[in-house]
Structures are given as structure tokens and as C-alpha cells.
């Protein structure tokens, strides 16, 4: 039985005078120390997914599992990056961490849980704003933060939430490798989930990549391995042949729903692109 | 030299000329009623007969015949003492409220027949409760007071963003933790507005619990004013009120600033 094990997921939300079917029968397992990525549309239902894995929702109908037992409440030794960063305003930086740090080693000194903030906030590359409010960070400096609270927590499980998403480019390639660094470099095994709508971003992080169908309704498609190498550059990226593989394989598996996606039924869809051996345009793989 | 340049000129005129002109135009307005209404004193002579209590505005003379400070300080304590009593109910009882949509749906119904009741009501409960004057004042600005800073911080604690409360959750917060780090930071701004909207009525109804009871003090000195046909003093310990009312404002709001800068 692997680490993660989500199985028959759905979620559906009221809405006025109807019901939202968001989630449809959503299935994956992911093994310790994996890397998933879940790659799919804005508004698909990643996010929802992600906050059944976090506790922070309740599914409909199927369950999460993880190390054998079922998920009830925020799961053990998991941190969570959201893409709004969601620090507290009225703290600074290394405030925020401190809490995160205190509530997950309260039998620690208070000068230890100091040090474990400071010695994130500093691999983060923020050690001389660390006593700044984030009004005082710009976006990047936020999230570094969030990312420092997230680790510094020394986790078993990393959910992220389209953590980069409110970043400019740059910025986010730079994080985006930062990350992987983080994850590489930890002494234990992290395992990981990162929801994006980036298949660049997917591809520098994941051990695995699976493609999610746009809602209402959406389900998880099969995964696609990345078998490359761990930390990864973007700059490697742009030229290995696997990765163009993997690219032009997630890049068709999603084309195929954007161009049939409100005539027909999704998988049919699929299977008949396949069958008539259309090509399929790139439209929207990247928002 | 100061030289002003256009911008600091109109600046100038936006701060200080057109308020002072407003305040110009409403002495005038008060003088033109004087002269038609011959009981209302001018303002020329409210001022000659307020000299004394407000050019020695702490000397005591009687009972009900001191300076204008002295007067102002009795009340001020009274108020700060029906007001500390009436936010620190408040305030617990606003959170709490605001926590519970339990609690809120009991106590709603319950807060909106309280809330309207004047003080004028509420005193003379006071004096069968207390049979005194001093904690009776005390019950009726607590009573009166509290109400926008109940309102007002369990308003602030429903504003509280689902984003802080799953910060909350995802760092497994204790529920002390969570109150004292994220609840009552994220609901600060909302409970000092209350304050001051609360500090607000407190200054009215001490006027008028001082006029039912006859303490000294601003309203007290108004009310004896009244019985001795002094009528330029009343004009006085208006103005006082007026004034007084409006630093305290100005200096919550201060308060309040500070806190939003966050």
C-alpha cells in the first residue's frame, strides 16, 4: 500500500438552487518520498483536492489514506503552502515561522525554536529581513516565507497549492528551484504534492506528473512519470529529450479536452482524438 | 521667510481657514439669536461670565461652584470608570458572540432590546440596585456603552478571513493559541472602533446621569445652572461637553489609526 492513498474522492458544493459536482470519483497513490505534481485548468478542482488531502475539506464520498490510516482532521507532519502565502500581517517574518515552529516542537527551548526560524528564514535567502512585517516583503519575499514556515516544521509531507501562481516569472523560477533544492536536500523523506497549472513548473519538481480533466465532474487522468534526475535546472529542461516527451504528452492530453470538452463526454472525447490520430493545437496549456 | 507655494496655500485655507471660518459663522449665527432672543446670552457675554471657571478652571470654591477642570475631571472619571467596566463585559462577551453562531442566535434578540434603552431608563434601576449615586452612574454608562463594542468585535471576529483560520488549523494551533494569535490580533481594528463609538456614549450619558443626580461635575454644574437662572453658564458647560466629547474622539481615533497600520 503506498504512503498517500486517495481513493473514490468526490465533492460537490451548493450552490443557489443547484448542485456543483467539482470532484468525480478521484483515485491516486503516491509512495513516500514521491513528488507528484497535479497539473489541469484554473478552476478545475485542484485546489479542492488538495484541501481533502490537507484536512481542511471533507470529501462527499471515498477516502484518504495516509501511512495506512484514514485521514481525520489536518494530517501529522504535513505543511501546506498556499498560493496567497497566508501569513499573519500583524507578525513578522520570523514571528510567522515561530509559530509554525513552536506548535509543531513545543517541548523545545524557546531559543531553539528561535534558531530553527532564523536558520529557514536565512536558507530562504531572507536571514536580514527577518524581522520585517510582510506588508514590508514583496510577493516573492512572502512566499519565501511561507516556504521557510513550511520546512521549518521539518515535515513528512508537502502540500502546495499553486505556491508560485501570484509570482512574475522570474521570481518564480527562481523559487521553483529553490524548492526542489529544499526538497532534495532534506535529511528524510518528503513527500509532496504540488497543484499548478504549469507544466514547466511540473516538470522541474515532480517525480510524477498527473493531469487533471477540467470540472464539473473532473477526475485525474493517468500519470505520467518524469524519470530525469533530481534537483532539475530549467535550463536542463528547455533541451532534454525526456522532458520534451513528457511536455508534448501532457500538453496533448489537456489540448484534447479544451477542444471537446463542452460537446462531448470527456473521455470519449479523448478517445476519439486518438483514434483519428488528430494532432492536437495548443491552446491553453500554460493560464 | 516661509514662502508657500500654491499647493501649500490651499492646504492652509482646507485646514485651517475654512474650519476656523465655520466656526466664525456659527458665533455669528449664536450672536444674531441673542440679539431676538433676549434669554440666550451673546457670546460676548457668556465669555464675561464664564471668565472665572475657565481663567482658574481648577479652584475650588463650593461644592457646585468650581473651575470649569475640576468639573471636567469628575466627569471624565466617572466616565472612565462606567466605560473600563462596560468594555471589559463587552469585549469577552463581542468574541464569544462572535465565535459562536450558537450563542449569537441566543443573545441577538436579547442585545437588540438592550441596545435602544436610554440612559435616562437605566439610572434609576441603577439607584434601586445601588442605592447609591456613584455606582448607579457607573451601571448606567456600562449598560449604555457597551453595546457597539459587543457588536462591533463580534462583527470583527466573523470578518476574520477563512485564510487565517486555516493558517490556524494547518499549524495545528491550540485553541488558546489560536485566540490569542490570530483571533484577537485580526479583530483589534474592529474592537477599538467599538471603543470609541462606546466612549462616545459614555460622554452622553454622563451628562445626563449628572443632571439626575446632582453630583458635581459638567452636567451636574449645568443642571444647578439651570435652577439658579444662570443661563450663560449653561451655554459653558455645553460648549465643555462639546469639546471634551470631541478630544476624546479624536484621540481614540489616534488610537485606532495605529492599530490599522499594521
Given at each position: 500500500?503506498?504512503?498517500?492513498e486517495?481513493?473514490?474522492?468526490?465533492k460537490a458544493?451548493?450552490?443557489k438552487?443547484?448542485?456543483?459536482?467539482?470532484?468525480?470519483?478521484?483515485?491516486?497513490?503516491?509512495?513516500?518520498g514521491?513528488?507528484?505534481?497535479?497539473?489541469?485548468?484554473?478552476g478545475?478542482?485542484?485546489?479542492?483536492?488538495?484541501?481533502?488531502?490537507?484536512?481542511?475539506l471533507?470529501?462527499?464520498?471515498?477516502?484518504?489514506?495516509?501511512?495506512?490510516?484514514?485521514?481525520?482532521g489536518i494530517?501529522?507532519?504535513?505543511s501546506?503552502?498556499?498560493?496567497?502565502?497566508?501569513?499573519?500581517p500583524?507578525?513578522?517574518?520570523?514571528e510567522?515561522?515561530?509559530?509554525?515552529?513552536?506548535?509543531?516542537?513545543?517541548?523545545?527551548?524557546r531559543?531553539?525554536?528561535?534558531?530553527?526560524?532564523?536558520?529557514?528564514?536565512e536558507i530562504?535567502?531572507?536571514?536580514?529581513?527577518i524581522?520585517r512585517?510582510?506588508?514590508?516583503?514583496?510577493?516573492?519575499?512572502?512566499?519565501?516565507?511561507?516556504?521557510?514556515r513550511?520546512?521549518?516544521t521539518?515535515?513528512?509531507?508537502?502540500?502546495?497549492?499553486?505556491?508560485?501562481?501570484a509570482?512574475?516569472a522570474?521570481?518564480?523560477?527562481?523559487l521553483?528551484?529553490?524548492?526542489?533544492?529544499?526538497?532534495?536536500a532534506?535529511?528524510r523523506p518528503?513527500?509532496?504534492?504540488?497543484?499548478?497549472?504549469s507544466?514547466?513548473?511540473a516538470?522541474?519538481?515532480?517525480?510524477?506528473?498527473v493531469?487533471?480533466?477540467?470540472?464539473?465532474?473532473?477526475t485525474?487522468?493517468?500519470?505520467?512519470?518524469?524519470?530525469?534526475?533530481?534537483?532539475r535546472?530549467?535550463?536542463?529542461?528547455?533541451?532534454?529529450?525526456?522532458?520534451?516527451?513528457?511536455?508534448?504528452?501532457?500538453?496533448?492530453w489537456?489540448a484534447?479536452?479544451?477542444q471537446?470538452?463542452?460537446?462531448?463526454?470527456?473521455r470519449?472525447a479523448?478517445?476519439?482524438?486518438?483514434e483519428?490520430?488528430?494532432?492536437?493545437?495548443?491552446s491553453?496549456?500554460e493560464? | 521667510?516661509v514662502?508657500?507655494?500654491?499647493?501649500g496655500?490651499?492646504?492652509?485655507?482646507?485646514?485651517?481657514?475654512?474650519?476656523?471660518?465655520?466656526?466664525?459663522?456659527?458665533?455669528?449665527?449664536w450672536?444674531?439669536?441673542s440679539?431676538?432672543v433676549?434669554?440666550?446670552?451673546s457670546?460676548?457675554?457668556?465669555?464675561?461670565e464664564?471668565?472665572?471657571?475657565?481663567?482658574?478652571?481648577?479652584?475650588?470654591r463650593?461644592?457646585?461652584?468650581?473651575?470649569?477642570?475640576?468639573?471636567?475631571?469628575y466627569?471624565?472619571v466617572?466616565?472612565?470608570?462606567?466605560?473600563?467596566?462596560?468594555i471589559l463585559?463587552?469585549?469577552?462577551?463581542?468574541?464569544m458572540l462572535?465565535i459562536?453562531?450558537?450563542?449569537?442566535?441566543?443573545?441577538?434578540?436579547?442585545?437588540?432590546i438592550?441596545?435602544?434603552?436610554s440612559?435616562?431608563?437605566w439610572?434609576?434601576?441603577?439607584?434601586?440596585l445601588?442605592?447609591?449615586?456613584?455606582?448607579?452612574?457607573?451601571f448606567?454608562?456600562?449598560?449604555c456603552?457597551?453595546w457597539?463594542t459587543?457588536?462591533?468585535?463580534?462583527a470583527?471576529?466573523?470578518a476574520?478571513p477563512?485564510?487565517?483560520?486555516?493558517?490556524?488549523?494547518?499549524?495545528?494551533?491550540?485553541?488558546?493559541t489560536m485566540?490569542?494569535?490570530?483571533?484577537?490580533?485580526?479583530t483589534?481594528?474592529y474592537?477599538?472602533t467599538?471603543?470609541?463609538?462606546?466612549?462616545?456614549?459614555?460622554w452622553?450619558?454622563?451628562?445626563a446621569?449628572?443632571?439626575?443626580?446632582?453630583?458635581p461635575?459638567?452636567?451636574?454644574?449645568?443642571?444647578?445652572?439651570y435652577?439658579s437662572l444662570?443661563y450663560?453658564h449653561?451655554?459653558?458647560?455645553?460648549?465643555?461637553?462639546?469639546?471634551?466629547?470631541?478630544?476624546l474622539?479624536?484621540?481614540?481615533?489616534?488610537?485606532?489609526?495605529?492599530l490599522?497600520?499594521?
Amino acid at each position: 500500500m503506498a504512503f498517500i492513498e486517495v481513493s473514490g474522492i468526490s465533492k460537490a458544493f451548493a450552490a443557489k438552487e443547484s448542485v456543483r459536482h467539482v470532484l468525480d470519483d478521484v483515485t491516486l497513490s503516491i509512495e513516500q518520498g514521491e513528488f507528484v505534481a497535479i497539473i489541469g485548468f484554473m478552476g478545475c478542482g485542484k485546489s479542492t483536492l488538495l484541501n481533502i488531502v490537507a484536512g481542511l475539506l471533507e470529501a462527499d464520498a471515498g477516502e484518504v489514506r495516509i501511512g495506512g490510516e484514514r485521514l481525520r482532521g489536518i494530517p501529522k507532519g504535513a505543511s501546506i503552502v498556499f498560493q496567497n502565502y497566508s501569513l499573519l500581517p500583524w507578525f513578522s517574518a520570523i514571528e510567522n515561522v515561530r509559530l509554525a515552529v513552536a506548535s509543531a516542537f513545543p517541548a523545545w527551548s524557546r531559543a531553539r525554536q528561535e534558531a530553527q526560524s532564523r536558520r529557514h528564514l536565512e536558507i530562504v535567502g531572507l536571514g536580514n529581513a527577518i524581522h520585517r512585517r510582510p506588508s514590508q516583503l514583496s510577493g516573492g519575499m512572502r512566499q519565501r516565507v511561507a516556504i521557510a514556515r513550511a520546512f521549518a516544521t521539518e515535515p513528512d509531507i508537502m502540500l502546495l497549492d499553486e505556491p508560485f501562481g501570484a509570482l512574475d516569472a522570474l521570481t518564480r523560477a527562481n523559487l521553483q528551484e529553490e524548492l526542489a533544492q529544499l526538497c532534495s536536500a532534506a535529511d528524510r523523506p518528503v513527500t509532496a504534492i504540488i497543484i499548478t497549472n504549469s507544466v514547466e513548473e511540473a516538470l522541474l519538481l515532480s517525480d510524477r506528473i498527473v493531469p487533471m480533466t477540467r470540472g464539473p465532474r473532473a477526475t485525474l487522468g493517468s500519470p505520467i512519470a518524469v524519470a530525469m534526475p533530481k534537483p532539475r535546472t530549467a535550463v536542463q529542461l528547455a533541451h532534454d529529450q525526456d522532458a520534451q516527451r513528457v511536455r508534448a504528452d501532457i500538453v496533448e492530453w489537456l489540448a484534447a479536452y479544451v477542444q471537446h470538452s463542452r460537446k462531448t463526454p470527456r473521455r470519449q472525447a479523448l478517445a476519439t482524438q486518438r483514434e483519428q490520430g488528430i494532432s492536437p493545437v495548443l491552446s491553453r496549456s500554460e493560464t | 521667510m516661509v514662502s508657500f507655494s500654491a499647493r501649500g496655500w490651499r492646504a492652509l485655507v482646507g485646514r485651517l481657514l475654512l474650519p476656523v471660518s465655520g466656526v466664525a459663522l456659527a458665533a455669528l449665527l449664536w450672536s444674531m439669536t441673542s440679539l431676538s432672543v433676549p434669554e440666550l446670552p451673546s457670546p460676548w457675554k457668556t465669555w464675561q461670565e464664564s471668565r472665572v471657571y475657565l481663567l482658574h478652571p481648577l479652584e475650588k470654591r463650593g461644592e457646585m461652584d468650581q473651575g470649569i477642570g475640576l468639573f471636567a475631571y469628575y466627569s471624565l472619571v466617572r466616565v472612565a470608570k462606567g466605560f473600563l467596566l462596560g468594555i471589559l463585559i463587552a469585549t469577552p462577551l463581542g468574541l464569544m458572540l462572535g465565535i459562536s453562531s450558537t450563542l449569537h442566535r441566543m443573545f441577538d434578540p436579547v442585545m437588540q432590546i438592550l441596545r435602544p434603552i436610554s440612559p435616562l431608563a437605566w439610572l434609576p434601576l441603577g439607584l434601586v440596585l445601588f442605592r447609591k449615586t456613584e455606582p448607579a452612574a457607573m451601571f448606567a454608562i456600562a449598560v449604555c456603552s457597551m453595546w457597539p463594542t459587543v457588536v462591533n468585535a463580534a462583527a470583527g471576529v466573523r470578518a476574520i478571513p477563512q485564510e487565517y483560520w486555516n493558517v490556524g488549523k494547518v499549524l495545528r494551533l491550540s485553541r488558546f493559541t489560536m485566540f490569542t494569535k490570530i483571533v484577537i490580533p485580526a479583530t483589534l481594528p474592529y474592537i477599538f472602533t467599538g471603543y470609541r463609538l462606546s466612549l462616545g456614549i459614555a460622554w452622553l450619558v454622563i451628562v445626563a446621569s449628572e443632571m439626575l443626580t446632582g453630583t458635581p461635575g459638567v452636567g451636574g454644574f449645568l443642571w444647578q445652572e439651570y435652577n439658579s437662572l444662570i443661563y450663560a453658564h449653561i451655554l459653558l458647560a455645553i460648549l465643555t461637553i462639546g469639546v471634551i466629547g470631541f478630544a476624546l474622539d479624536r484621540l481614540m481615533r489616534m488610537a485606532e489609526s495605529r492599530l490599522r497600520a499594521i
